[in-house]
């Protein structure tokens, strides 16, 4: 069964059966043998339905936001994260404490490979000499080492105060079959501030931008 072009009618035209039997029962009797028949891939009684591999889809890209209240702790002296119930992190005021961050997102995704595109850090910080001074998307190697797919080492907010937002990492790196982190490295504060919050930093979040 052939399908055939919808005809245009004319005012007046006189509607034959084989008209008829063409453009009515033969075009609906060919979208029919379509929707019944499994070698297209179009069979919907489900039964014996045609898979469509993950592989023939084209890339799609996605945007995932990770709350700075994700905060699972800090180093040095087990100080521990401080959430805020406002919805971010604050860090404590002191130099090279590290702010570590939940990273949620899989490494395959419907059978393939996970890329990060983008990455974006929005945060504050105080005049008196407190910022980040590097981000970094560290991987956890399993084997008591880590090693950082992303290592961003510009100051954020060095100098000034107030909100800011900085593109930590912008390109393509395939996320490994290993568990990940965010780390925050603060800056400033001196060496022995006893860990104490001020409010000096705060980590709003981060916005991924990955693709498959």
Not at 4 to 22: D, F, H, I, K, Q
Not at 77 to 99: F, K, Q, V
Not at 110 to 136: H, K, L
Not at 162 to 190: F, N, W
């Amino acid at each position: 069964m052939a399908y055939t072009t919808p005809r245009t009618w004319s005012t007046g035209e006189l509607v034959t059966a084989a008209m008829l039997n063409t453009q009515v029962s033969g075009n609906v009797a060919y979208l029919k043998d379509a929707i019944d028949n499994t070698a297209t891939g179009h069979d919907h009684d489900g039964v014996d339905s045609k898979q469509i591999a993950w592989g023939s889809l084209p890339s799609a890209t996605f945007v995932t936001w990770i709350s700075g209240a994700q905060a699972v702790s800090m180093s040095y002296e087990g100080t521990a994260g401080r959430p805020h119930p406002n919805g971010y992190a604050e860090g404590p005021s002191n130099d090279a404490y590290e702010m570590l961050f939940a990273f949620p997102l899989p490494q395959q995704w419907a059978g393939r490979s996970v890329t990060i595109t983008g990455i974006e850090m929005y945060c504050y910080t105080s005049a008196n000499d407190y910022y980040f001074d590097a981000v970094y998307l560290r991987r956890s190697d399993l084997d008591g080492t880590y090693t950082d797919d992303v290592s961003y080492t510009t100051d954020i907010g060095n100098g000034s105060s107030g909100d800011t937002q900085a593109t930590i990492h912008s390109g393509a790196v395939v996320l490994a079959d290993y568990p990940y982190m965010l780390v925050v490295k603060c800056a400033g504060g001196g060496a022995s501030g006893g860990g104490a919050y001020g409010g000096n930093y705060r980590v709003y979040g981060f916005k991924v931008t990955w693709t498959i």
